[in-house]
């Protein structure tokens, strides 16, 4: 029979003939030492992936090559920079819409790179984790056009290379210079180096270019020896006197500086097109390849060289050479073919007698026939010696030839075809053969077909497809070599029978190999691949031949294109398979799968309250939780059933291990515990890092995590996730204890290397098909794993972000076999492995030495599946000891001393501490001396599920049955098993007797007994039922009577006493799940799977009805039903009926305990009426909870886990026991109190703000968007005109006189900066005012950032936010001084980081938050930034804002999260404070593990007055003290996450800000004091915030609410929520005003003096403020009442009209420090859009959204009556306008329209020449053809708000939705005039104003305040 296994012969890559020169470029260089570096087909210290789609158009790295760029060949062209040592990406960002052909770093600038491409360049700049660019501007310098390649120079120069020819050069982002024809063509390369740089062109040419980018010399390759007209260069390389060259056509060509003229030709292969023709020579070592080239080539095996060269006319498909080394025939895609000499390739003969292509041709065995396969499905015989006449004919194929092979006496041929016949003819005649007899006699010359018994192997089972392309064999080595589509190259032994055959594959080609040869002394092999048209000539080693590294196995490097054989062997093909282990077979199929996870209890509470808030007003109160508490108190268990290797030492000689969702820290010597709970599933793995201190664990979960974890604290130190599906089943730290490996539970077994401390993932692959059971790092190198598993073995070596990896090979040393475990010996390339055989492998490198017969599983000591450890020498040569794990080996006087079976299977196993510690599958952990005594720590039901659990009437004893067919005894108070006994099936319930002597015990077969408690001797035994027993009661009293519930749905009652049935309980439509008893012994309480709940009178069972009222009143001997109005509130939201899986209830009634589907036990009030009460909750368990029972006097609760088969004691720790319980108090719908002020920052809707939507509802046809004729100019006019100019449209201003009279020059604008901003917001912010170290202030306002110089009062800004800045935060660490991180609002939020001095952007953090960020924070070492979002979700996010990365996640809460902050002397800790909610959060690895705070027991108040309330504020004190300032003016003090005590009303309102002093401690307080005689109130605390000192802040500020407050060197920064900010200094209490602005709401009302530096704003928060611009200060300030919505100065400067948005308007006349009212009057009842005085002053225009001008009389002694109004105006007024002559108003409406009309008469004028001859006063309308010039293009759903034109018209200024101010030249009268656009304002600018001197424009923001 012939052999299965893979052929012991071995392919080592020889040489690759070919190179990658079509569609690439740039890709050939020369390296440090001068060799040479470049690609083909497939053959690469780094793998990247999880980026780009499609493939990778370019990669380039920076500088200093820690840093990548590709660019992806996608849709977007994505651009992704990596830090690609740690595969890690750093940003990515869409590139551009149309291809990108290049993109590079900068050499000369830190984190520039250009990308380029179709009629496109972008100069990036990376910030953090962003991408920020700018396009390039071409201007006048060139033309656009598609830019192909680029290179750099200093000073921000970049070069860049075009498709015409030219090559542009850059200054920044603007072209500066074009260097004309460069090239005659496409310039594809460019490269710079030391001496200059190099550009080569489609032309053929090459230029030179020194460091100033002056031409140097010209080389034209297509006029030297080896050129030829059409040579396109794609690649060049400079290197000192040295030129590399890769062309088009796949040739290298290296150019001495010296010797020009003969450049030397390196490497040549075929070019475009696929290559699919290969023929070896008969006698010597050459070969012929044909391409689609359309050239045939002579190629030397010796040499690697190109002897010859033929050019043919049309795409060559095969080639043959002839028996005699004549001729080569070669078969052509026309159906013809060619006979060339083989000397030099010299046409002979041309022949077609085919349409379709030729592809096999062959040469008979005589060299008498040719034989030629075309796609016609015909093959032809031709005569060689006469001349190649056609000789014969063989039809019969249905589909093309494929394949032609000769018998070895040239009479046969054998034909397969496309469909996968195999044909046979005689020769030369071509009739077909049928007869098996004469086809089985046949022998053949060569085998290269893919079809017949011979070769089924090559194919994989079940399979017909037609993948594999060729074969050929060696029949002397029995070999055979494929190549198939899948780009890999295979060896087989020959023949191969059975399908699915074992073999070696090896990898380089891209994509399908097309042809394989051995060469004609079979020493090699040649192979060709199709779409990368390689050859790669392999060295073919025989069996038994020596290689470079080794004797017989194949050792794994990168050049050895050596792979991996194919894993598992097929039952069919092994006959002499070893019998099947049980337990591996079982392990190997556990998929740890769930139908709910614990999240999925998260998401339908999520999902309950969105469902509640759209569909319901429910406002009924939900049920108290319980005042007591549990912690956990001990576990019985451990998971020793499906883990390996999973219990460990700790330093201290503690014992490490894991039940359930527990890792459990063993104290050995008091019989204690202490757990680590951050688990929420299973935990699979365990492994204990080199310091013996730290452990990991992984879990079972849809998102597992790996937690690492302190096992003296048991707190987390990282958690990391996000790499894993369904579970973690394997962990490892690495011997420097730097990185962990972990395996994952998903198809592919993935492999990841972590970063544990960072959380990051640092590389990851697949890692095999089948399960994998082990991973271990090698000791002696820090990237070299070895994983075991189902059928395998593999060696890894991490390369960047993923792993190179070799199987195991076996040779003959050993059988292949599942792998269960694996220890490394004393060299980094020996180890061990356990095999499930019971072998132990020795490996030496990769491959099997030896094996030794063992057992299971090696170390130097071994544990085995027969119970016995085995202690080795240290080659495992010698078996030194045994011992076995036996009753007898017990030690004596131990305080358990039971053991569940002799010789338990050993999982595993560790030396430590002069012990041997041992893991069983028995779920015990036994620890052993050097003399074999054994002591058993630990024991717990195996595995199977665990339901049955019942308590001891009056001892702390309490009993379990599970599947594991046991009844156990467990001592509670001494923490041990008391007694076990094996029973005959699985149980599922248990009771006690109410005396306690007796045990029922309900079975899974419809069985039950009576046991006794003391001995667990049988007493009586009943089987009436055939299904399983659920729940099991002995009646209260005497326990005359068993109450039996069945799935059958039956109550059996007996009577114990006399054994037998004496009622049954009928009626129950479904499964009973729960029965108890009354006092008396009665009645029965019965629970169904129907959520029936039912009652039945005893002994008869008679069935009875009871109305709930009458329950309550009923007296219970317990409660463990989860039905009914008494325990309504026990189920969550949208749960099934089967979630609640047990109760029981308290001896005294109070409590009710629950255990459910999520692995939650929990504690409620009983009764528990309504729905979704209030509970305790604690974790332990992984997934359900099948039982809960109280002890006797309530002191312990035990519950019991199902799959997990733990036993649980939880403590009562009464009132104190608030343990770390997730509290749910913290969803409480009270919360105590209301304030507006927190009420209106709660409903803030940030949406609306975050898109550049219009402000004003307008309709209409958008000025930009109409005809050019719409409003009638007179297209026709001539452009030059010999008449008199026409009247000028705006009237000129002199500029006012300066102080000695003088007259000043008119100011031209041409530019502007920002100078000063009036404004600070304090609204919806907190803690966003700060000193900087220096003294000045920090703030922010619209999308400004804003230093504040306090000596002089100047200020310098921070304007690269894009939208409103809602949060600030200073950088506290002396190392990183003045470093700022802001937050914006925006679809795309993102926090800047950037220095206070220069401005300059240090970082974006971005890609996470949507709609905002509304806090922001610096971690102790002021490397992290803390951000939270205002999303639906309110994420928080923590990030290293120096690289931008994402450290961690969470998204948190159901409410807003309105502050957070670190603890200042923390890098890991931070608190989030919000509505209702306060949380203290951990930065573990890559997770952020958050615990709310809840209310312990510590503080004086009475807890059932404590309510979770919205907390605002956050403060820090030493020992983890944390103070947070509530709505109520409470401080609340926490201690960790306790509640310590409560400062009672720090403030009489809400508690809005609390600074942490970090040099003295010192705390701040400030917020709303309601009824503070002097304003509002800044309290100084000391540490403890026990005392404080009041600081007022005067009568002036008695109704400010303080939201900010700072302290610095004995004074008080103070901000406001109306916008002022104040200084304090702390000795004397005075108080300064620094600056101060209007408060929340929109600002458009605004005017300038028409003399003075004065503006006047008016804004809807109702207040009108006069400002002097000169100064920078507030003059004056007053509340009119009402929202203002307008304002204008009257001609003399004196008095003030405001528009308000009631209707009315109002006449101020400032004093000296006040306004008074002198005027106001209201006819319109909608808001008051614009007013202007006359330019005579004598009237008044009112323009509203009554879509009404009014005007008014206000000449001298006027009662402001009114003169007249317009009729007719299409919809509300938007600008006003009035003529010099004051005859005349023009009015801008909300539909685009501009009117005319007569003033005051309110005529409409529409004449278009006499409105054309109006000059017009004042210009500050939008709409009209003199501005039509100032909309943009991208206007569709946004507007032009405003607009102002200077005194001297030469300028307009606009400002708009975008939050955009633009200066245009007046008139602007072309569509999308040019302008200059500024920016800080974040979204719509409403308002612009030049002074009257033109030296300022002040411009007002829409609600950006």
């Not at 969550?1132 to 459910?1156: C, E, F, W």
């Not at 603890?1463 to 593990?1489: E, M, Q, Y």
């Not at 225009?1741 to 001008?1749: E, F, L, T, Y």
């Not at 501009?1794 to 020449?1809: E, H, N, Y």
Request: net charge neutral; aromatic share 10%.
């Amino acid at each position: 029979m012939a052999d299965k296994t893979a052929p012991k012969s071995q392919l080592r890559l020889e040489w690759v003939y070919g190179y990658r020169g079509h569609q690439c470029r740039n890709n050939l260089y020369y390296t440090s030492n001068k060799e040479i570096v470049y690609f083909v087909a497939g053959v690469a210290v780094s793998i990247l992936k999880d980026s780009n789609k499609r493939g990778i158009a370019g990669v380039a790295f920076n500088g200093s090559g820690s840093l990548l760029v590709s660019v992806g060949l996608e849709d977007t062209h994505q651009i992704v920079v990596w830090d690609w040592a740690k595969g890690k990406i750093l940003a990515s960002i869409p590139g551009h819409s149309e291809r990108v052909f290049d993109v590079q770093f900068n050499p000369f600038a830190n984190n520039q790179l250009v990308s380029c491409g179709v009629k496109h360049i972008n100069f990036w700049s990376l910030c953090g984790n962003s991408l920020m660019a700018k396009k390039g501007i071409f201007g006048r310098a060139g033309e656009i056009q598609t830019v192909l390649c680029l290179a750099f120079g200093p000073d921000g120069v970049t070069y860049s290379g075009t498709l015409s020819g030219d090559i542009y050069k850059w200054q920044d982002h603007e072209l500066v210079h074009n260097y004309q024809n460069a090239h005659r063509s496409a310039i594809f390369t460019l490269y710079q180096c030391n001496d200059g740089y190099a550009s080569g062109s489609r032309d053929g040419t090459v230029r030179l270019w020194d460091a100033d980018f002056k031409s140097i010399v010209k080389l034209d390759l297509t006029q030297t020896s080896n050129g030829y007209p059409d040579l396109s260069i794609r690649s060049v390389c400079w290197y000192g006197e040295k030129i590399l060259v890769g062309t088009r056509d796949s040739e290298i060509f290296e150019i001495s500086v010296r010797d020009r003229d003969k450049p030397k030709l390196l490497i040549q292969g075929h070019a475009e097109g696929e290559l699919w023709a290969l023929a070896v020579h008969p006698k010597k070592a050459f070969f012929v390849t044909g391409s689609d080239d359309c050239t045939v080539r002579l190629w030397s095996l010796n040499d690697n060289q190109l002897l010859a060269k033929a050019v043919v006319p049309q795409p060559v498909r095969s080639a043959a050479v002839s028996t005699d080394a004549v001729h080569i025939a070669v078969g052509l895609q026309d159906g013809s073919f060619l006979i060339l000499k083989a000397r030099d390739l010299s046409e002979i003969l041309a022949v077609k007698d085919r349409k379709e292509a030729i592809h096999e041709i062959k040469y008979s065995p005589c060299g008498t026939f040719l034989a030629i396969g075309s796609n016609d499905g015909i093959v032809d015989i031709y005569a060689v010696g006469q001349r190649y006449k056609h000789a014969g004919q063989c039809s019969g194929s249905t589909s093309f030839i494929t394949h032609v092979d000769w018998s070895e006496d040239s009479k046969h041929i054998q034909v397969n075809s496309g469909v996968g016949e195999r044909l046979f003819f005689r020769m030369p005649t071509g009739k077909q053969v049928t007869s098996k007899e004469e086809i089985e006699s046949i022998h053949w010359v060569a085998w290269t077909s893919t079809l017949g018994p011979e070769v089924n192997g090559i194919w994989a089972k079940y399979s017909d497809t037609n993948d594999i392309n060729a074969v050929d064999t060696s029949f002397s080595n029995q070999v055979l070599v494929s190549g198939d589509d899948y780009g890999l190259v295979k060896l087989y032994r020959f023949p191969c029978v059975k399908k699915g055959a074992k073999f070696k594959k090896y990898v380089g080609h891209s994509a399908h190999v097309t042809n394989v040869r051995f060469s004609y002394d079979k020493s090699h092999i040649i192979t060709v691949g199709g779409a990368d048209h390689a050859i790669f000539q392999w060295k073919f080693l025989p069996e038994g031949a020596a290689t470079p590294r080794d004797q017989d196995n194949d050792i794994y490097d990168h050049q050895s294109g050596f792979v991996d054989s194919d894993s598992e062997e097929s039952d069919s093909d092994i006959s002499d398979v070893d019998a099947m282990d049980s337990d591996v077979e079982v392990e190997k199929q556990q998929t740890y799968e769930r139908t709910f996870y614990r999240e999925d209890a998260i998401a339908l509470k999520r999902q309950h309250r969105q469902e509640k808030n759209v569909h319901s007003k429910n406002t009924d109160k939900r049920a108290v939780a319980p005042t007591f508490g549990l912690d956990l108190h001990y576990s019985f268990g451990y998971r020793g059933y499906d883990c390996h290797n999973n219990v460990f030492y700790t330093s201290k000689g503690e014992v490490v291990y894991h039940v359930a969702a527990l890792g459990i820290v063993y104290n050995r010597d008091d019989n204690t515990q202490r757990f680590y709970q951050g688990h929420t599933d299973d935990i699979l793995s365990l492994c204990m890092h080199p310091t013996k201190d730290i452990a990991v664990t992984g879990q079972v979960g849809r998102d597992p995590t790996i937690h690492i974890w302190d096992t003296a604290t048991c707190q987390v130190l990282s958690v990391l996730k996000g790499q894993h599906t369904r579970g973690v089943c394997a962990v490892d730290f690495s011997d420097d204890g730097k990185k962990l490996a972990s395996v994952g539970l998903d198809d592919n077994h993935t492999i990841v290397v972590w970063d544990w401390k960072r959380g990051e993932k640092i590389a990851t692959s697949r890692g095999h098909k089948d399960k994998i059971f082990g991973i271990k790092w090698n000791p002696h190198s820090h990237d070299q794993v070895v994983t075991v598993g189902v059928k395998h073995i593999k060696f890894w070596t991490q390369t960047g972000g993923g792993f190179t990896s070799k199987r195991g090979t076996f040779g003959q040393a050993g059988k292949l076999d599942t792998m269960l475990c694996i220890t490394y010996g004393k060299t980094a390339d020996t180890c061990f492995s356990g095999g499930a055989n019971g072998q132990i492998y020795h490996w030496q490198g990769t491959s099997l030495k030896e094996t030794v017969k063992g057992h299971d599983g090696p170390g130097f000591i071994t544990g085995g599946k027969d119970g016995i450890v085995a202690l080795w020498d240290d080659g495992f040569k010698k078996c030194i000891k045994n011992y076995k794990i036996t009753r007898s080996a017990l030690a004596q006087g131990n305080y358990t001393s039971l053991l569940f079976d002799d010789q338990p299977p050993i999982r595993s196993i560790v030396l430590g501490h002069s012990k041997i510690l041992l893991g069983t599958k028995c779920s015990e952990v036994l620890e052993m001396d050097k003399g074999g005594t054994i002591k058993v720590l630990v024991q717990g039901h195996c595995e199977g599920e665990l339901w049955g659990l019942a308590a001891h009437p009056s001892e702390y004893i309490c009993c379990t049955v599970g599947d594991d067919r046991s009844v156990r005894i467990w001592d509670l108070a001494n923490r041990r098993l008391k007694n076990f006994r094996k029973l005959k099936k699985p149980g599922r319930c248990a009771s006690y007797s109410p005396d306690g002597r007796a045990i029922a015990i309900g079975f899974k077969d419809g069985s039950c007994c009576v046991i006794d408690a003391s001995s667990l001797d049988d007493m009586a035994e009943f089987h009436h039922r055939k299904e399983e027993i659920s729940d099991i009661r002995f009646s209260p009293g005497q326990g005359k009577y068993l109450a039996v519930g069945s799935h059958d749905n039956f109550v059996d009652i007996y009577n114990v006493l006399n054994s037998k049935r004496v009622g049954i309980c009928k009626g129950a439509s479904s499964y009973i799940t729960h029965v108890d008893w009354d006092k008396r012994g009665k009645l029965l309480h019965v629970n169904t799977g129907a959520k029936e709940e039912l009652f039945f009178e005893a002994p008869r069972g008679h069935r009875q009805t009871i109305r709930s009222a009458e329950l309550e009143k009923m007296d219970w001997n317990n409660w463990t039903c989860v039905l009914g109005s008494l325990c309504e509130g026990i189920w969550p939201h949208k749960s099934d009926v089967t979630d609640v899986n047990a109760s029981h209830m308290t001896s005294k009634g109070k409590i009710l305990a629950t255990g459910d589907d999520f692995g939650f036990v929990k504690l409620f009030s009983f009764p528990v009426k309504g729905k979704f009460a209030k509970f305790k909750k604690y974790v332990g368990h992984s997934a359900h909870v099948t039982n809960v029972r109280w002890t006797h006097d309530n002191k312990y609760l035990i519950s019991t886990g199902g799959a997990d088969t733990s036993v649980m004691v939880w403590a009562n720790k009464g009132r104190t026991g608030y343990g770390e319980s997730d509290d749910s108090d913290t969803d409480s719908e009270e919360e105590g109190g209301y304030d507006s002020d927190v009420q209106r920052e709660k409903n803030i809707d940030y949406d609306s703000k975050t898109y550049a939507n219009s402000i004003r509802r307008t309709e209409g046809i958008k000025p930009h968007m109409k005809a050019d004729n719409q409003e009638g100019i007179d297209l026709n006019r001539p452009q030059v005109s010999r008449g008199v100019a026409g009247p000028p449209k705006v009237q000129k201003r002199d500029p006012p006189q300066l102080a000695s009279g003088k007259k000043r020059k008119p100011l031209y604008v041409q530019d502007m900066r920002l100078d000063h901003i009036f404004g600070y917001r304090g609204f919806d912010t907190r803690n966003n005012l700060h000193y900087l170290p220096n003294g000045n202030i920090i703030y922010h306002a619209a999308g400004a950032g804003i230093v504040r110089d306090m000596a002089n009062g100047t200020q310098s800004f921070y304007l690269e936010h894009t939208d409103d800045i809602l949060c600030l935060s200073v950088n506290q660490n002396p190392k990183f001084e003045n470093i700022i991180v802001t937050g914006q609002l925006g679809k795309s939020a993102m926090a800047h980081v950037w220095h206070a001095s220069s401005k300059e952007t240090l970082s974006i953090l971005r890609g996470f938050h949507k709609g905002g960020i509304c806090a922001v924070n610096f971690s102790s070492s002021g490397k992290l930034v803390l951000t939270v979002g205002i999303d639906d979700n309110h994420s928080v996010a923590v990030w290293q804002w120096q690289d931008g990365t994402r450290v961690a996640t969470s998204h948190d809460h159901n409410e807003r999260i309105l502050y957070a902050q670190f603890r200042p002397d923390s890098n890991s800790h931070f608190v989030t404070v919000g509505v209702k909610h306060v949380k203290f959060w951990t930065v573990a690895g890559g997770a952020l593990l958050g615990k709310r705070g809840v209310f312990g027991q510590a503080t004086s108040e009475d807890p059932s007055s404590l309510k979770m309330q919205t907390m605002l504020s956050i403060a820090f004190a030493p020992n983890n003290v944390t103070y947070t300032g509530a709505m109520s003016g409470n401080v609340y003090v926490w201690s960790g996450n306790q509640l310590a005590r409560v400062v009672s009303k720090a403030h009489t309102g809400p508690v809005f800000t609390l600074y942490t002093t970090q040099k003295d401690g010192l705390i701040l307080s400030a917020g709303k004091d309601k009824f503070a005689k002097e304003g509002a109130n800044v309290k100084l605390w000391d540490i403890e915030m026990k005392r404080c000192k009041t600081y007022g802040l005067g009568k002036e500020f008695s109704r400010s609410i303080i939201r900010a407050v700072n302290r610095h060197k004995g004074k008080l920064l103070i901000g406001t929520q109306e916008g002022d900010i104040l200084e304090l200094a702390e000795k004397g209490g005075v108080v300064q005003i620094v600056a101060q602005s209007h408060a929340e709401g929109e600002i458009w009302g605004l005017a300038t003096h028409p003399q003075l530096s004065f503006c006047v704003s008016a804004s809807e928060d109702q207040s009108v403020c006069l400002w002097d611009i000169s100064k920078q200060t507030l003059i004056m300030k007053a509340n009119v009442g009402q929202p203002a919505r307008s304002a204008c100065f009257n001609p003399a400067g004196d008095v003030i009209a405001v528009g308000l948005k009631n209707g009315e308007f109002l006449l101020l006349k400032p004093t000296q420090d006040n306004f008074k009212i002198i005027g106001r009057k209201r006819d319109r009842h909608k808001s008051i859009n614009d007013l202007k005085f006359s330019p005579d002053g004598r009237c008044l225009a009112i323009g509203s959204d009554d879509n009404c001008v009014d005007f008014y009389d206000t000449g001298p002694g006027s009662s402001l009556a009114r003169l007249g109004y317009c009729k007719g105006i299409p919809n509300f007024v938007t600008q006003l306008d009035w003529s010099v002559d004051n005859k005349y108003i023009q009015i801008s409406t909300g539909s685009y329209e501009r009117l005319v009309f007569s003033a005051p008469s309110g005529i409409q004028i529409t004449d278009k020449k006499k409105i054309n001859s109006i000059t017009w006063d004042t210009w500050t309308s939008v709409l009209g053809d003199e501005v039509v010039g100032v909309w943009p293009r991208n206007a569709d759903n946004a507007d032009v708000n405003c607009a102002c034109v200077t005194n001297t018209c030469e300028a307009i200024a606009t400002g708009d939705d975008f939050g955009l101010v633009k200066l245009f030249k007046f008139p602007s009268t072309e569509k999308h005039a040019k302008f200059k656009s500024f920016v800080g304002h974040s979204a719509h600018v409403t308002n612009v104003k030049f002074t009257c001197d033109d030296r300022y424009l002040i411009s007002a923001g829409g609600d950006d305040c």
